[in-house]
């Protein structure tokens, strides 16, 4: 750091959340800091669901305000990032031993007029005898419903909008634990740890903003030492992949017979994504994993419905995270409340601390406002809202048309196979550019892993988006690690690991004062 300067924000989480707020406020003109203990969005934030929706169950507990403002952000966010962010059909199939139809269907009529005027087209109920959408279902099955949400890459959406902090100032600190912070003269003077090697260094700030997630409590019981009354519950939801299930592009919604809601998503080309659970957790976060019971309750959810019974032994990757809901004392983790909460702790009216409880990843974007509506008293001079009309990285499309840049990248890039530029596409929008460069043919792109993963994009996620672990890689910047053997990932391991040592020796030590930034911490040993 240079001279120690003190910023105007110290935001510790990077998380969808964090950099949220860390983009917003950085936008605004205030100077940012935003520290991650590891990789960005690696803990709850890329263990989503992986929807933007309004949460059409959420309506059953009186959730009303949080469903319409869930449906405005899901339009607002698929302007700004409609390269990870796109429609998609929801089928519901009805069982008799559920909902009633009256009900599904008052709750779609309700859903449908929170979300009014926008793109997204209406819900209908549909004859599963004669849809398409009823083909792989128990032939038992006839009535149906269908409706739209969105789909998103969660990590790559968390990792947007720290490239869009980044671009407007804001410094992104990946591997960098938050290990105490007190109040001196008026300000936050916080001791940042090295997660890797242990280095220390202290920081000032005006403000700090706890967007730690699961960890929210342990940064204000145990680095802060503040008291505070508001209380998280941790809620583990697990998911697991299997070969696909279906044919065509639409996604279901079951109704399970303890009431929950299963989703059964299209993911990836090849596979189905099935989730989620509701289990209350309470051991370490960085530790969570779907066990054995889940995965025989999502796969028993699903063949209830499916004419094709699936069981564990089909599970071909699993992944889980543990919400941190505010604690509203439900004794249904299923009940709890996906409205987030802010509590701003003032202590003796200098150096504030915002804490934020819950929250879900559809709301990001309008969370992150209201913080800075509750903090613009300590910064009077602060910009107005600037993120509802601004595109994300990469997605300043022509004609905001995914199809439109896949035109213009084939006239670009000839040589290059259509699938493959589709694949990067999806990854990167516009900033596809940035990633072929000026390669004319495949073999001006590296070494080829497979998947679509190139040796030039492992070099672009390096240097410009903070990957610094095949994981990075393979499970958040990209998901080629599902469409890879064991072997290509050893590949790109291997290949990051020469890297990272040929860095090492031919490059002088990189000094603390620029560490956040990727390229220069992408090889630091």
Known sequence: ??????????????????????????????????????????????????????????????????????????????????????????????????RPAWLIRTGLFIYDYLGRNQQLPDSQGIDLRRHPAGKPLKDTIRKGFVYSDCWTDDARLVVLNAMAAAERGARIRTRTRVTAAKRVDGLWEARLTDSEDGHEETVRARLVVNTAGPWVRTVLDDVAHLPSASRVRLVKGSHLVVPRLHDGEQAYILQNVDKRIIF?????????????????????????????????????????????????????????????????????????????????????????????FGGKITTYRSLAENVMDKIRRFFPAMGQAWTWSAPLPGGDMPGASFTHLLDDLGKAYP??????????????????????????????????FGAALTAREIDYLVAEEWARTPEDVLWRRTKCGLHMDEAGRQAVAGYMASNRSAKSVNTPSTPQANKDSPKARSFTV
Not at 12 to 33: F, K, Y
Not at 78 to 91: E, M, N, Q, T, Y
Not at 276 to 291: I, N, Y
Not at 419 to 431: I, K, M, N, W
């Open 1 to 98: 750091m240079q001279d120690n300067p003190i910023f105007d924000l110290l935001v510790i989480g990077g998380g969808i959340n964090g950099t949220g707020i860390a983009c917003d406020a950085a936008g605004r003109g205030l100077s940012v800091l935003l520290a991650e203990q590891g990789d960005l969005a690696g803990a709850t934030s890329s263990a989503s669901s992986k929807l933007i929706h309004g949460g059409l169950r959420y309506l059953e507990y009186g959730e009303f305000r949080l469903v319409r403002e869930a449906l405005l952000e899901r339009e607002v966010l698929l302007a700004k990032a409609p390269h990870i962010i796109w429609p998609l059909r929801f089928v519901l199939p009805h069982q008799m031993t559920a």
């Open 264 to 356: 059964v998503l299209p993911y990836e080309g090849n596979f189905s994504l099935i989730g989620t659970t509701d289990v209350s957790f309470t051991g370490d976060p960085a530790k969570v994993a779907m066990d054995a019971a889940e995965a025989e309750y999502l796969c028993a959810a699903v063949n209830r419905y499916f004419a094709k019974p699936i069981s564990p032994a089909d599970v071909v990757w699993s992944y889980a995270g543990v919400r941190p809901l505010y604690d509203d004392a439900s004794d249904n983790p299923s009940a709890v409340t996906r409205e987030y909460v802010l509590e701003l702790d003032l202590g003796d009216g200098a150096a504030p601390l915002l804490s934020v």
């Open 415 to 448: 040589r290059l196979e259509p699938s493959f530029l589709a694949a990067v596409a999806r990854r990167h929008g516009t900033h596809a550019y940035r990633v072929l460069g000026d390669a004319k043919e495949a073999a001006d792109l590296g070494a080829d």
